[in-house]
């Protein structure tokens, strides 16, 4: 790597903690004013620096850059190889669902070890109000999206347990944003229970969740209450390799 671009990088990661006056960034890199000087001035010219009160800070190509970087990563992609260590650890199926526009899609899935295939498929849409995985990213919705998307619409019963009262389903809602995660206790198939988790991308969004899902002569929802800890790592791991930096 040429000196000029190695300084360049420095000085890009210097700025990105905190702005800094020229004299900072001279003696973060270790070279006489001057030269930090020109480095800026270059750096200025292409939009990656801006000079502000508080001296130089990162500029706004730099910003731009960053957050199409964000936004191309694959969610799936990210997530894949987290999916399969859960999976193996588990022995359950592992479900991998994102929104498209105002629907949930199964974009992949970690068959079970020696058990009945799910009804489930890559590709195939989720209920919201009737699925752990639905559940949780309504859960996490800005509340003009939640009332878009469970406010005047039809809640269809698939099941004795189906959640189809608006009211009731917010309180339910509510308790899952409380303890961080979600559950479908044969709401959607009968029989089927499962336990899922936001993943969140840079900005904190939840458009995605991931769910570890089981038939209940296999594993009763107490059984899998026993897996959330590591499915709650996964999830985590994975929403910090899509940017995530909160708690």
């Known amino acids: 790597m040429s000196e000029g671009v190695d300084r360049a990088m420095r000085v890009l990661?210097?700025?990105?903690?905190?702005?800094?006056?020229?004299?900072?960034?001279?003696a973060h890199l270790g070279v006489h004013k001057s030269t930090a000087l020109?480095?800026?001035?270059?750096?200025?010219?292409?939009?990656f620096v801006r000079r502000t009160d508080g001296g130089w800070t990162v500029g706004l190509r730099l910003i731009d850059l960053a957050q199409q970087a964000l936004d191309s990563l694959d969610v799936r992609a990210v997530a894949r190889g987290h999916l399969a260590a859960l999976g193996r650890d588990c022995g359950h199926t592992i479900h991998l669902a994102q929104m498209v526009d105002d629907d949930l899609v199964y974009v992949d899935k970690i068959e079970a070890r020696g058990q009945v295939r799910m009804y489930s498929r890559i590709g195939r849409t989720a209920p919201l109000h009737a699925s752990g995985v639905g559940k949780v990213v309504l859960a996490y919705s800005p509340p003009s999206r939640l009332a878009h998307l469970v406010e005047g619409v039809t809640l269809p019963?698939?099941?004795?347990?189906t959640i189809c009262d608006p009211?009731?389903?917010?309180?339910?809602l509510t308790a899952i944003v409380e303890r961080g995660w979600a559950a479908d206790d044969g709401e959607f198939e009968p029989l089927i229970t499962c336990v899922a988790a936001?993943?969140?991308?840079?900005?904190?969004?939840?458009?995605?969740?991931?769910?570890?899902?089981?038939?209940?002569?296999?594993?009763?929802?107490?059984?899998?209450?026993?897996?959330?800890?590591?499915l709650l790592d996964t999830t985590r791991q994975i929403s910090r390799d899509l940017g995530w930096s909160g708690p």
């Open 13 to 26: 990661e210097f700025l990105a903690r905190e702005p800094a006056q020229l004299g900072g960034v001279a």
């Open 38 to 47: 020109r480095l800026l001035q270059t750096l200025e010219a292409g939009g």
């Open 157 to 161: 019963a698939y099941t004795r347990a």
């Open 167 to 172: 009211a009731a389903l917010r309180v339910e």
């Open 198 to 230: 936001p993943v969140r991308q840079a900005d904190g969004a939840v458009t995605a969740a991931v769910s570890v899902t089981a038939p209940t002569v296999v594993a009763t929802l107490a059984d899998l209450r026993a897996v959330l800890p590591r």
